[in-house]
């Protein structure tokens, strides 16, 4: 399974953007990249993925480098209800990929008040 | 709300017992998987089924099993419990798409003393 790198922890204030990093070098052109995150007490909860093209949706916004080597999940404004361990987690849709999610130690956003 | 439910919220047993533990799909979803969230392991998948027939397994210890029967819930069967099997049990679901988003449920507490 392709492997990405995320800092361990990040800290942000309440009503700022939040630009969680992920590297992804080894990244094939079959991979989607899938962010889920965890708030604590709870199952993990799907957020975005994209494939090649930023991507929009009501929880938040994906940015892909154009090399997809890399990816930013942004969150615009930060709620104290947004601190919770997010994942970033590449899945083969390819023909043989497989299906379950490869789950790293992922980033700890703290939201201060 | 993912929809995905499981059943039960928290179950304490004793070393070498055997426990099952019960997960609702949400509705139209055919696959179904299953993973073990531990403090020293972090987020492993086990095992996933689709529409009644075991897809592909991950990290699943001999002495557990699972299951999908025709109206899509699915069970997992740990025996011979071990301490080490303490830990939060997720089962997820996902549509039928490409992506395949995964929906999580709220999980099981495992302890075993």
């Known amino acids: 399974d392709a492997k990405t790198t995320q800092p361990n922890s990040m800290e942000s204030n309440e009503e700022e953007p939040v630009h969680l990093p992920c590297n992804h070098s080894t990244i094939s052109g079959t991979d989607y990249i899938h962010w889920y995150r965890q708030l604590p007490s709870q199952g993990p909860e799907y957020v975005i993925h994209?494939?090649?093209s930023n991507v929009n949706n009501r929880m938040a916004s994906l940015a892909i480098a154009e090399d997809r080597k890399s990816s930013t999940l942004i969150l615009h404004r930060a709620t104290l209800r947004d601190a919770a361990v997010y994942y970033c987690i590449l899945r083969d849709v390819g023909r043989g990929g497989s299906e379950k999610l490869v789950f790293g130690k992922g980033t700890k956003l703290t939201v201060n008040p | 709300d993912s929809g995905v439910t499981q059943t039960p919220k928290h179950l304490i047993t004793a070393t070498g017992q055997r426990v099952t533990l019960r997960c609702s799909p949400r509705s139209g979803d055919l696959s179904v998987y299953w993973y073990q969230q531990s403090l020293d392991q972090g987020l492993q998948f086990l095992i996933q089924?689709?529409?009644?027939?075991?897809?592909a397994k991950g990290n699943i210890l001999e002495r557990f099993s699972a299951q999908q029967f025709p109206d899509l819930h699915s069970e997992l069967n740990l025996s011979s419990l071990e301490l080490g099997d303490s830990a939060l049990y997720f089962c997820?679901?996902?549509?039928?798409?490409?992506?395949?988003?995964?929906?999580f449920g709220p999980g099981t507490r495992l302890t075993v003393t």
């Open positions: 997820a679901s996902s549509p039928r798409t490409p992506h395949g988003e995964q929906y």
């Open positions: 089924y689709y529409n009644g027939e075991e897809r």
């Open positions: 994209g494939l090649t």
